[in-house]
């Protein structure tokens, strides 16, 4: 029975962004940036008070080593804790091109799938934020057939979709006078 157990694969996080190649992005991005603080406060020197870099360093680098483990720990709460500490030591750099994350316009799609289906989340991004920070309120996924009727303007009952149950639908071209549209005109 021990030997199953320890056969198993550990868990793994269903968010897209917590990974052990986006963990190794921020950790080089901070990397990067603090050689290049360094040079820039010594830009004549290899030697002098370099402390405070190596104090920096260190703890990148610890925040990098806690991610890993706790990947292959495989619990999904610590992957994301340690994710989001190397996150906010990066985000001192927020405005650097080389940013390992989008900023977005407020037309950058949320990258966070349904669970169940894989339907895509329909809410934006807000502008001046990342993917890993989303947007206010939960996701709303919806699958893709549903976006493009809504697009089209198709009237159906939203109390009754509610339910869980399908719903009849029609375009406004077809509209009835006891449709609810026609109703609320």
């Keep these: 029975m021990a030997d199953l157990e320890a056969a198993e694969t550990p868990l793994r996080p269903a968010h897209p962004l917590y990974s052990e190649e986006s963990a190794l992005a921020w950790y080089a991005f ?21 402390d405070e870099y190596r104090k920096k360093r260190k703890e990148a680098q610890a925040e990098h080593q806690s991610f890993l483990d706790a990947w292959a720990g495989g619990d999904p709460e610590k992957i994301e804790n340690e994710w989001w500490g190397l996150k906010n030591i990066a985000d001192q750099w927020r405005t650097h091109p080389d940013f390992p994350e989008q900023i977005s316009d407020g037309t950058l799609p949320c990258p966070i799938p349904a669970p169940e289906t894989g339907h895509p989340c329909v809410k934006p991004v807000h502008p001046g934020w990342t993917p890993s920070e ?46 609810l549209q026609w109703r609320d005109r």
């Design 30 to 50: 901070i990397r990067d940036r603090l050689e290049d603080d360094l040079q820039a406060a010594y830009p004549l020197a290899d030697e002098g008070p370099m």
């Design 134 to 179: 989303g947007h206010g309120g939960g996701h709303m996924w919806q699958a893709p057939r549903v976006t493009e009727l809504r697009e089209q303007g198709v009237h159906f009952d939203a109390g009754l979709l509610l339910s869980g149950q399908p719903a009849p639908y029609h375009h406004p071209k077809d509209c009835t006078p006891d449709c």
